[in-house]
Structure formats: C-alpha cells, structure tokens
C-alpha cells in the first residue's frame, strides 16, 4: 500500500457537504470521465455568478459529494436546485445535461482533529470518539484524491496514471 505521513493539516473551520447529481437528456447517469467535465463547467459558470467563492476550497469527489472548506456554497440549501449545463456527450456533441446540487447535513468542524490524541488513547476525558472523526477522515481522503481524479487518467476506482506516464511509456493494459 501507498502510505504517507500528513505532517500539517487544517485542525480548525467548517467543511460543507452537499450532494450533486448529474444526469444527461434522458436523464440517466452520465460516464465518470463526462462527469468530471460537467462538473467542471457548471463550477465554473456558478464561480462567474459568485465571483467571491475560492474554487482552491471545493472539491468533488467524482461521484456525487461536493466539500467546501469555510465557504457555503450560496443559493444552495437543503432544497435542490437544477441547472442546464451544455456539454458534449459520448458522441461528442453538445447536449444538455442537468446538474443538481443541494446541501447534505450540517457543516463539519475540523476543530475535533485537535483532539485526536486524547481520542484514541484508554484515559480519554472527552466525550468524543473515534466513530466521531469518520466523517473528517472521509473530507481528508476526497480532498486528497482530488488533485488525481482531476488531473489523471483513471484505472477502476483508485488507480490514477498521469497522462505523461502514457506518452513516455507507450499504452498500459
């Protein structure tokens, strides 16, 4: 397994989920590669609308979570809202496709990390427990696996490769 140390990490702010659906005309599910692009372009025509939001502070974890870090995502709530995004489908040619956001729960306070130490050792005085700090684990795994799920070429679910990796070495089966 591929292993690393987090030496720094964000131990305090909100973290706002949201869910996000993205289906073509017919509304079916669309592929995970035409998913990625349509994200990406109805990101950036709500980032035109509000040209506050920091896009370095929202990730998508490719299938249907949205997570922003100290920054809610404006107009969204707990009801859904649709948008038409023109994107090009398998046959590479535009069509509409309805992308759906909404809110998912109450933000997530990063502050629990601080405690991490007291959690996992026996004399813990806090009431807080490992089944606590999941859902943080689950924000640092999706914003760790942005970069790779935006960037590269995906092999099943976890497997990333660099497009270079395939221009230096010929194709990969």
Same mark, same amino acid.
Do not use: M
């Given at each position: 397994?591929? *292993?690393? @140390? !987090?030496?720094?990490? @964000?131990?305090?702010?909100? &973290?706002?989920? *949201? $869910? !996000? ?7 079916? /599910?669309? $592929? ?6 349509? *994200?990406?372009?109805? %990101? ?13 502070? !929202? &990730?998508?974890?490719?299938?249907? #979570? !949205? ?5 809610? %995502? ?9 948008? /038409?995004?023109?994107? @090009? ?6 069509? #509409?496709?309805? &992308? #759906? &956001?909404?809110?998912?729960?109450? @933000?997530?306070? %990063? =502050? ?20 606590? %700090? ?11 696996? /942005?970069?790779?799920?935006? $960037? =590269? ?8 490769? =660099? ?5 230096? $070495?010929?194709?990969?089966?």
């Amino acid at each position: 397994a591929n *292993y690393f @140390p !987090i030496r720094q990490y @964000p131990n305090r702010g909100l &973290v706002y989920q *949201y $869910h !996000i659906q993205i289906r073509d005309w017919k509304n079916l /599910e669309i $592929h995970r590669d035409r998913r990625r692009l349509v *994200y990406n372009l109805w %990101l950036k025509q709500y980032c035109k609308k509000y040209t506050k939001l920091d896009r370095h502070k !929202i &990730v998508f974890d490719n299938l249907s #979570t !949205i997570l922003t870090f100290n920054q809610s %995502l404006l107009d969204i709530n707990e009801n859904s809202t649709t948008q /038409e995004i023109q994107a @090009p489908n398998r046959s590479n040619r535009q069509a #509409t496709h309805k &992308v #759906t &956001v909404w809110r998912a729960g109450e @933000p997530i306070d %990063l =502050a629990l990390i601080q405690n991490f130490d007291e959690i996992i050792h026996t004399e813990n005085r806090s009431n807080d427990t490992l089944q606590d %700090l999941v859902p943080i684990k689950q924000i640092l795994s999706i914003a760790l696996h /942005e970069n790779c799920s935006s $960037h =590269a070429t995906a092999i099943y679910d976890r497997s990333f490769f =660099a497009a270079t990796t395939a221009e230096q $070495h010929g194709e990969w089966d």
